[in-house]
């Protein structure tokens, strides 16, 4: 415990002792760790969040080393929610860091028990899957907070904070809402979003790396290979876009100092 008190003495100096208790008895859990879910993870942990679950199904791949925070060369190939962990645990030895190696969609939904958790961070890119989550968890009693796209955006001053309903400019909102509308199911409350009005196009034309440390089931060249890489979105999504650290760690920390935020104003 002296080291966690060490190691979070200016968060306390600035919050307080009441505050740094209710972050330490927070649950939360992030859906997706990739370029916006990591640095989320990281935010929450180095503020006093001890009590994290994170959800993410794929390995570690080459791709991911230019926005991912626990993407390097030495981590190509693990599992990503077990390469997080590692190093929260170095930044707080003392958090309680749950891992799940696995996605959330229709068939395990009902396996996360939503209504466990205190605050509930969407960081899933996969369409039918948020709005699935979205759905689940705003009917809960847990706080919820989303990001929408972080693709294809260079400006961090355009990165914004707002009410899902009221979010202008993104596609990934645009989709959502009108498959919301489409199939007449609803979020059960109103909840903010990190989004960008911005929206570049790629200029390059490789989605993968082209080299043996891709992680895509497509470049699997043999049954060894299939069951290593385990799942890996690049190799279903119809475009790859591009993506920058700035951009998604920005989204990330936000949707993190959301979470702290209401924590902190939250009287016991």
């Known amino acids: 415990m002296g080291i966690e008190k060490a190691v979070l003495n200016r968060a306390r100096l600035l919050l307080g002792d009441d505050a740094m208790e209710r972050l330490s008895d927070a649950k939360v859990i992030i859906f997706g760790v990739g370029g916006v879910g990591s640095w989320c993870a990281e935010s929450l942990v180095r503020s006093g969040v001890s009590q994290l679950t994170i959800v993410d199904s794929d390995r570690v791949c080459i791709t991911n080393i230019n926005r991912q925070l626990m993407a390097t060369v030495a981590t190509v190939g693990q599992v990503k929610v077990d390469a997080l962990k590692e190093h929260l645990l170095l930044i707080n030895p003392s958090a309680q860091i749950e891992t799940h190696q696995q996605i959330f969609c229709a068939e395990t939904a009902d396996d996360f028990k939503l209504e466990q958790y205190d605050y509930v961070v969407d960081c899933i890119d996969s369409l039918k ?114 993506s920058l650290m700035h951009i998604t760690s920005m989204f990330g920390v936000i949707l993190g100092g959301l979470v702290i935020e209401d924590i902190v104003k939250t009287e016991a």
């Not at 706080?143 to 914004?160: E, H, I, N």
């Not at 196009?201 to 385990?230: I, Q, V, W, Y």
Request: with cysteine; aromatic share 8%; charged share 25%.
């Open 129 to 242: 899957d948020k709005a699935l989550l979205i759905e689940m968890a705003t009917r809960t009693r847990c706080r919820f907070y989303s990001s929408m796209g972080a693709a294809l955006k260079l400006d961090p001053t355009r990165v914004k904070v707002g009410e899902f309903w009221t979010v202008k400019g993104c596609p990934l909102a645009r989709a959502l809402r009108n498959r919301f509308k489409r199939s007449k199911r609803f979020p059960s409350k109103k909840f903010l979003c990190v989004y960008s009005d911005e929206l570049l196009e790629n200029k390059g034309c490789e989605g993968t790396c082209g080299t043996e440390h891709c992680m895509c089931p497509k470049a699997a060249s043999g049954p060894g290979d299939a069951a290593l890489l385990n799942h890996e979105w690049c190799s279903s999504k119809a475009q790859i876009n591009g």
